[in-house]
């Protein structure tokens, strides 16, 4: 069985630590990106089955690096976490690619579920 | 005839005699004899003489004088066939012949100069018949000339007026040239002959065309008519109505410029003098053409004056109109230039009628200085608007739906392109003419209004919105995150510690966050009074200090100046702001330092400058510090919470209290803040003290 592989990018600590916390599981790698220009280095480096990814982040948003990540070859699956509620945001992200949206404050079993179905369909 | 001689002879005799005898008295002679001797003698020589000259004398005189009776008158005595006669008769005749003969001569001679002179006679006769004459005629001419020169003066001495004219010529002909009976006649604009005036006329004629009766003719023929009846003579004739008949009567029509300006009807006992009379009949017409000439000038003239005075007070009425249109024109376009909207109205011709210079500014068009009645047209003034439009189509779709449909009043919102990104909210609708009728339309009118600052402030107030619900969402998701794990999942108290420790900052970050918003909210809303008051800053400056300095070792709070510093402000909203800038300094310099407060006086204001030796703001951070939500992102300060709001907040409460906040900073060794207060007074000053006092009496009153 493969390790999957998961990249957590936002620059509040604390979700950081939720985020990582709620998914931590066996077979599962965890990196985490403090702010777009270090998740963007991390992208580019190492080879992700998903990416968690903040939208308001400094240097990069979520959505430039989502459209990023999706031009690579064996792109990783994108889920975009939001703090901004408009359905216009929703839509952008799904613009830029992303496979799913989730707005926050969200619910980790939520969280584990839709992580959980994403991987299986990446599987 | 003999005897009257004798008597002469015996008068000479007795002479004689009594010579004598005064002779003989005066020589005294006494003797008789001698006397008498003398007397004899004397009368012996008287006898002698007495018979001498009888026969010398006498005799051949007497027989002369018979012969001479019997002879023929004229004729001489034939003294050869006569010789009967004595000696001394034909002595006598011979004498008498010569002295005939001389005395026929001189006869002669006298006939012929007394013929001579009764010819000379005659011819003076003559003469002085023609100086008479002449004299007569130099008398009447000079009577005619001074008549004329009277006339002259008369004439002119007249008005122009018609009757003034009539009136003076008729007392001259009536007075100086002696006629009894005078009218003249004018000709009227009708064209019949009215009477101007007359004298001694009982119920002259007031009235006559040309060719009605001997006036009429005279008109007619522009000739003067004379009648002379002098079978009435001297004599006053009175026909039944009163009217005297004279037996000479003229007829003159008054002739000027071969018109006849109107006709003077004389009457006189005396042969009318048609020189002066029609000398005087053409000055009168002269007088007459003049005064016509003159009242008609006078007519044209009042008349041009009428009108001039009617064009005056139309000119003024039309000044009025054009001032009072001038006006309406003003207000127009003051009204069009006071509204927010750029608006241009168009005739239904296309024509752009009027536009403001709003409009001139959003299509780049210059305004005319006439702004009625421009070159410009809509069709082309709508291409180029169309042409700089974001949404190009809205607005073409709009201009063919007016094609279709010209009467329809539509509103659209369009954006012009880059850089402007103006928004404007479109609104077109026909005008009708109120006042002629709504069935007749004018034009059509276009408004634009500029929505880009509602659009802003929409956008602002969105992007508000959005940032707070952000802001809030985020201490959210941690606090229901690790609140869920705790409440699902088996944890050791370590992680339990750790999650509840979360849990609480992300809480209180959200309680700040709330509090800030709030803040921030009323402060906008105008609903934060201010309480100006009088108060040393530094007293303040170092309570604050103090209690900052309590909550951290690493830190040096100080504060530098020369107290008091007396501001004018608003108590607690200083201390909010002092708080604020005093936290993020010890705040952003984690690692510990120096907190400087810094006041100074200056003329008016007072300065404090609150200096750290922190993380200091990158350059590029600098000019959004004070806006809302704004933070500096970097790894530095990751863990520093905040909410973005506390520098807006400080810029808010300055502000409103006249004062003002900026700051300069060095990434990597701090930044200082800088603010500005109204400097207060050092007379007006009250100490903090003393407002203490004085609240504590107010309670305890």
């Known amino acids: ?123 | 005839m003999k005897l009257p001689r004798c008597l002469n002879l015996l008068i000479i005799i007795l002479l004689g005699y009594f010579l004598l005898q005064t002779g003989i008295v005066v020589l005294q002679l006494k003797n008789i004899y001698y006397v008498l001797g003398l007397n004899i003698l004397f009368s012996g020589i008287v006898l002698a003489l007495l018979y001498m000259s009888w026969k010398k004398v006498f005799a051949p005189l007497r027989e002369l004088a018979d012969k001479i009776d019997k002879m023929k008158d004229e004729q001489l005595y034939p003294v050869e066939e006569n010789s009967d006669f004595s000696y001394e008769a034909l002595s006598l005749i011979k004498a008498f012949n010569r002295l005939i003969l001389t005395i026929k001569r001189y006869n002669e001679e006298l006939k012929e100069k007394n013929h001579q002179m009764e010819k000379l006679n005659s011819e003076y006769a003559a003469q002085h018949q023609e100086l008479e004459e002449n004299l007569q005629e130099l008398q009447t001419t000079k009577h005619n000339i001074e008549m004329f020169a009277e006339l002259g003066m008369v004439m002119s001495g007249s008005r122009l007026e018609l009757e003034e004219i009539a009136q003076n010529a008729i007392e001259f002909a009536s007075f100086k040239l002696d006629f009894p009976l005078v009218a003249i006649y004018t000709q009227d604009k009708s064209g019949y002959y009215i009477l101007l005036a007359s004298r001694g006329i009982k119920g002259a004629v007031e009235r006559f065309s040309a060719g009605e009766s001997v006036m009429g003719a005279a008109v007619l023929d522009k000739k003067p008519i004379y009648v002379s009846r002098p079978e009435y003579g001297a004599a006053r004739t009175e026909t039944i109505n009163g009217e005297e008949i004279l037996p000479y009567q003229g007829y003159i029509p008054l002739i000027h410029r071969e018109e006849c300006q109107g006709l003077m009807v004389l009457a006189s006992w005396k042969e009318i003098d048609g020189n002066l009379i029609e000398y005087m009949s053409r000055r009168i017409a002269v007088n007459l053409y003049n005064a016509y000439l003159h009242a008609n000038l006078l007519h044209t003239y009042e008349q041009l004056h009428e009108e001039a005075a009617l064009l005056e007070e139309l000119s003024a009425q039309r000044e009025e109109e054009n001032e009072h249109a001038r006006r309406d024109r003003n207000i127009a376009v003051a009204l069009l230039e006071s509204v927010e909207e750029a608006l241009f109205f168009h005739l239904q011709d296309g024509r752009i009628y009027v536009h403001n210079q709003h409009f001139a500014r959003m299509t780049g068009e210059k305004t005319p200085d006439n702004r009625w009645d421009s070159s410009l047209n809509v069709e082309d003034v709508m291409k180029t608007i169309i042409a700089t439009m974001e949404n190009p189509d809205k607005l073409s779709e709009t201009m063919q739906q007016l094609k279709r449909d010209p009467d329809q009043t539509i509103s659209l919102n369009i954006v012009q392109q880059e850089p402007s990104f103006a928004s404007y909210e479109v609104f077109t609708a026909p005008v009708h003419d109120i006042v002629e009728g709504q069935d007749k339309i004018l034009g059509r009118i276009w408004t634009f209004r500029d929505v880009s600052r509602e659009y802003e402030i929409n956008a602002m107030k969105n992007q508000f919105v959005s940032t707070v619900s952000h802001e809030l969402r985020t201490p959210l998701s941690s606090i229901m995150g690790f609140t869920e794990l705790m409440l699902s999942r088996e944890l050791d108290s370590q992680k339990q510690k750790k999650y509840l420790e979360t849990i609480e900052r992300e809480a209180r970050r959200l309680t700040d966050l709330i509090n800030d918003f709030l803040d921030i909210q009323r402060m906008e809303s105008g609903r934060v009074s201010y309480e100006i008051s009088k108060f040393d800053l530094f007293e303040i400056c170092e309570e604050l200090a103090e209690v900052f300095q309590t909550k951290s070792d690493k830190h040096q709070i100080l504060v530098r100046g020369i107290p008091p510093i007396m501001v004018k402000a608003d108590l607690s909203k200083i201390e909010q702001v002092l708080n604020n800038l005093i936290s993020n300094a010890v705040k952003y310099s984690p690692a510990g330092g120096q907190v400087e407060i810094e006041l100074s006086l200056e003329n008016e204001a007072v300065h404090m400058s609150i200096k750290d030796q922190g993380l200091g703001i990158p350059e590029e951070s600098l000019p959004h510090i004070f806006e809302r939500f704004y933070r500096v992102d970097n790894s530095d300060r990751r863990n520093i919470g905040g909410t973005g709001l506390g520098l807006a907040i400080v810029k808010e409460l300055l502000d409103n209290m006249q004062g003002s906040v900026w700051a300069e900073s060095k990434p990597g060794e701090g930044s200082i803040f800088h603010v500005c207060l109204p400097r207060a007074k050092d007379n007006e000053a009250m100490s903090k003290q003393q407002m203490d006092r004085i609240k504590e009496e107010n309670k305890n009153e």
Do not use: W
């Open chain 1, 1 to 123: 069985m493969s390790m999957e592989k998961i990249l957590v990018a936002d620059d509040e600590e604390a979700l950081r630590i939720l985020i990582c916390d709620t998914l931590e599981k066996e077979n599962r790698i965890i990196d985490e990106a403090r702010n777009g220009e270090e998740a963007c280095q991390l992208i580019l480096t190492e080879d992700y089955d998903l990416l968690i990814l903040d939208v308001m982040m400094p240097e990069r948003t979520g959505y430039e690096l989502c459209q990023e990540a999706k031009n690579m070859d064996n792109s990783p699956l994108v889920l975009i976490l939001t703090a901004k509620a408009q359905s216009a945001d929703r839509e952008k992200a799904l613009a830029a690619g992303a496979d799913h949206v989730m707005i926050k404050p969200f619910s980790t079993m939520a969280l584990e579920e839709v992580v959980e179905k994403l991987l299986e369909s990446r599987n």
